[in-house]
């Protein structure tokens, strides 16, 4: 375990956000804790990072006003910001998350506002810490000695490091006892035969005795978890083997230097068994052969935390392999999950390329016509809704103008502009990010001066939300309602105007991006919205959608990646932040 204190940052600033949530945006981190926050703004952020943008502004402005010195400080260096990092996979995310719990516990900050970050950028896990020194009453945590404090904090968690590594081995799923070695190999211990059992070394240092009785008495059978699991790595490993033979990942020859240019990625290490793998003829692979296998065996530890162990005879000639799994604790023949054969045959299999658009296709139709006096754009949901609005003529004339082919996509990408709000509402229907019910404490309507209601809510933290303006409709319904019928008809509202909220924040966001992306200073109607604008913005709505799970046909397939849920699985109500595109 490495635990660092990261650079400080003076004139009141937070720039740990951006660095972390930069990273959850392009895929390589995710949140994993929002420690003492707000109800909304952990409903804030959820909702960001569910559709695949980053929260910088909204995490920044947090900690800013959970800042306030009120004089009775003159530091200007307000951030906290702390990583803390182990070799390989030896602990998972949520581990990890455990660790930085008991870290800032340790150094003071548990009643402070922070935030976890889990980054799978490079082979080590590792997690980074965002918090504020400035305490509720305005005086700043004191930072003397902090990183002589941090590594001894650290230092008296992970006394019992060898037994908890130990009590991570004895968790996982397995079968046999060599199923059983390749576990203990993963953590980075060796194995020697002892009188009754195996003897354990770590760093050349003896790590304790594991009898086979004990081996043998936490083996697991035909579990249901085995075989889910197996056919999820199946789907895993094909994916990446597909991508590898297409040549869509660079050659372990020549990385890639990090945009920052300061650092070029981890080198991967030669698994000198490959060599040793012969084809049907009894040949050796040709090197090409072998650096595809390479590659898929570095991309599966990286990114899902896979580790691949081969097996061999007598003779030294590899026969078989194994997998362990550290996101699913388990251990397999890797013949249960693919036929080493298949495993190491890299032919290119061709498939059709997913349209950016299917993400619509799957959820309304588009239609583009004329009623005697306008011309339309008209929307049928898949739930059964439909909605309609007048649609301009240079919007009508790109229509009219695309060969029939293009037809379909041009009436889409006009529709994703102009019912952005509706597309959104429904997609939020059907797959809730959040459970509202349970997160409003009460809600209220409160007559304004002008006669016309509002909603006063108020969350369980007891921070209330700013009044919403009820619309006429909402108004009028409300007031015909007995005395008994109004608390559930203002919750019900409530949850939509909170949702729609989450809604319109997204657009503003896929706006502003639109703008970033084609220069322009401010977006026409979207009725009217020109052909490079309408297509930008389209795809940038696409995207996001894409990196939210709405059960469709053409749906991404899932991933479960290392030690944490993948973007699309559930959110966790109080303890994670979002799971963790544009």
Not at 167 to 176: A, L, N, P, V
Request: glycine letters at 6%.
């Amino acid at each position: 375990m490495i635990v660092k204190k990261l650079s400080d940052a003076r004139g009141g600033r937070f720039p740990g956000a951006k660095y972390n949530e930069d990273k959850v945006a392009a895929g390589i981190a995710e949140l994993m804790l929002m420690a003492n926050v707000s109800d909304r703004l952990r409903q804030t952020v959820e909702t960001m990072h569910r559709f695949g943008l980053d929260a910088t502004a909204e995490v920044e402005r947090y900690l800013k006003e959970r800042s306030k010195t009120y004089g009775n400080t003159k530091t200007d260096r307000f951030q906290f910001h702390v990583s803390a990092s182990v070799e390989g996979r030896t602990m998972t995310p949520l581990e990890l998350t455990d660790f930085a719990r008991e870290l800032m516990k340790g150094m003071g900050y548990d009643k402070q506002p922070y935030f976890v970050y889990a980054h799978h950028d490079t082979d080590n896990n590792h997690v980074h810490i965002l918090s504020t020194r400035i305490q509720p009453n305005g005086y700043a945590t004191s930072d003397h000695q902090d990183i002589r404090r941090l590594n001894a904090c650290a230092n008296r968690i992970l006394t019992s490091d060898i037994n908890r590594d130990i009590e991570r081995i004895f968790s996982c799923d397995y079968e046999t006892e060599g199923q059983f070695a390749n576990i203990v190999r993963s953590f980075g211990f060796k194995m020697e035969k002892s009188l009754d059992g195996y003897r354990l070394l770590k760093n050349g240092g003896d790590a304790g005795n594991i009898s086979v009785g004990d081996i043998f008495k936490h083996i697991t059978k035909n579990s249901q978890k085995r075989k889910d699991r197996a056919t999820q790595l199946r789907a895993i490993i094909k994916k990446y083997k597909v991508k590898i033979a297409e040549g869509k990942y660079q050659s372990l020859n020549s990385p890639e230097v990090s945009k920052s240019q300061k650092k070029k990625p981890t080198q991967p290490k030669t698994n000198p068994d490959i060599k040793k793998i012969l084809d049907k003829n009894g040949n050796p692979w040709s090197k090409e052969q072998q650096e595809q296998l390479q590659q898929l065996i570095f991309t599966l530890k990286k990114s899902f935390g896979i580790d691949i162990y081969f097996q061999k005879d007598k003779n030294g000639q590899v026969r078989g392999y194994g997998i362990v799994d550290h996101a699913g604790k388990i251990a397999f023949d890797g013949s249960k999950v693919m036929k080493l054969s298949e495993l190491i045959d890299f032919v290119p299999i061709q498939e059709r390329k997913p349209s950016p658009f299917d993400v619509y296709r799957d959820m309304f139709t588009a239609e583009i016509g004329n009623d005697g006096r306008n011309n339309y754009m008209r929307i049928r949901m898949k739930v059964g809704s439909t909605y309609q609005k007048p649609i301009s003529l240079r919007q009508t004339a790109w229509y009219n103008s695309v060969k029939p082919n293009d037809k379909e996509d041009v009436s889409l990408t006009i529709a994703a502009t102009m019912f952005t709000e509706e597309i959104l509402l429904a997609y939020l229907a059907r797959q809730p990010i959040h459970d509202f019910r349970n997160r409003i404490q009460s809600v209220n309507a409160v007559k304004n001066r002008d006669g016309k209601y509002a909603l006063r809510i108020t969350m369980n933290d007891g921070m209330p939300i700013p009044m919403i303006p009820m619309d006429s409709q909402d108004d009028n319904d409300y007031r015909r309602l007995s005395p008994d019928d109004r608390h559930d008809y203002l919750l019900n509202l409530a949850v939509h105007y909170l949702t729609r909220e989450d809604a319109r924040a997204i657009i503003q966001r896929i706006r502003q991006t639109t703008k970033d992306q084609t220069g322009v200073r401010v977006l026409s109607q979207p009725q009217d919205f020109t052909q490079q604008t309408a297509n930008t913005f389209a795809l940038n709505f696409a995207k996001v959608l894409s990196c939210f799970n709405v059960n469709t046909d053409r749906g991404e397939n899932r991933e479960w990646e290392v030690g944490n849920h993948s973007r699309y699985d559930d959110l966790d109500t109080k303890q994670s932040g979002s799971r963790l595109c544009m």
